[in-house]
């Protein structure tokens, strides 16, 4: 991926546990407090950056993207952090990148529409950047991590049942489920902003989930910002 040397690459994530490693990383630190958010403006390996805790839910993750669209005009926008398994091929540890993103809450087919459409854009799957997608797939492969590429779905609900687990990644072809993803991504389509999400699996999005989360939410996120490091590299290597 050729990165424009002067328009930074945006990065958000929900929680403060999933960004502190990665703003530890951004130099020459610059912070813009917009609507409750910080906007921490820098480089990481010679590239920069602009990253944002944004905080949990689609609302503040649309929220976050658009502000920072409009402020700091990102050249591309990545969401980083931890997601539910929905998949017998991701387990707790796993990378999960996305080729596309779904808002599995978002339901008008009482009216006749599929579940999962967005009006407006008349889309369910909205595609993440090729680019973006080949690149996290490399760094996750480089680090060691097990990797599935797929179809992530985000709602305002954390999965804890193993019913919907199923009725999600039945209806929407979905590997993980998360929360923030899906509103970024739409943020960023109609915006014209490339996107990709990364997420590291904490939970397997069953009875056991708020267990396994609790025991792997640091481990999972330190893995999301290892691969996220390593595909920033990657695009600092090539810019020098």
Same mark, same amino acid.
């Given at each position: 991926m050729v990165q424009n040397n002067t328009a930074p690459i945006g990065i958000i994530g929900a929680m403060k546990s999933e960004m502190d490693r990665i703003k530890a990383t951004v130099e020459d630190q610059k912070i813009t407090r917009i609507g409750g958010t910080d906007y921490v403006e820098g480089k990481v390996h010679g590239v920069p950056v602009v990253v944002a805790t944004c905080g949990i839910g689609k609302v503040f993750a649309g929220i976050c993207a658009q502000t920072m669209i409009l402020k700091f005009h990102p050249a591309m926008i990545v969401n980083v952090g931890v997601a539910g398994s929905l998949s017998r091929d991701l387990n707790i540890g796993d990378i999960a990148v996305a080729a596309s993103v779904v808002q599995h809450d978002m339901d008008t087919s009482g009216i006749?529409?599929?579940?999962?459409?967005?009006?407006?854009?008349?889309?369910?799957?909205?595609?993440? +950047?090729?680019?973006?997608?080949?690149?996290?797939?490399? $760094?996750?492969? @480089?680090?060691?991590?097990?990797?599935?590429? =797929? *179809? /992530?779905?985000?709602?305002?609900?954390?999965?804890? +049942?193993?019913?919907?687990?199923?009725?999600?990644?039945? $209806?929407?072809? @979905?590997?993980?489920?998360?929360?923030?993803? =899906? *509103? /970024?991504?739409?943020?960023?389509?109609?915006?014209?902003?490339?996107?990709?999400?990364?997420?590291?699996?904490?939970?397997?999005?069953?009875?056991?989930?708020?267990?396994?989360? =609790?025991?792997?939410?640091?481990?999972?996120?330190?893995?999301?910002?290892?691969?996220?490091?390593?595909?920033?590299k990657a695009i600092g290597d090539n810019l020098r």
């Open positions: 006749g529409d599929p579940p999962g459409l967005i009006s407006g854009i008349n889309m369910i799957w909205i595609p993440s +950047d090729p680019d973006m997608v080949a690149g996290m797939e490399k $760094s996750a492969e @480089a680090a060691g991590f097990h990797r599935v590429t =797929g *179809a /992530i779905a985000s709602g305002d609900l954390f999965v804890t +049942d193993g019913e919907k687990k199923k009725s999600i990644a039945r $209806s929407f072809q @979905a590997v993980a489920c998360e929360m923030e993803g =899906g *509103a /970024i991504g739409q943020t960023c389509h109609v915006n014209g902003v490339p996107f990709c999400v990364l997420r590291a699996i904490s939970d397997n999005g069953d009875e056991n989930a708020t267990d396994d989360y =609790g025991i792997s939410l640091d481990m999972a996120a330190d893995r999301a910002s290892q691969v996220l490091d390593g595909w920033l």
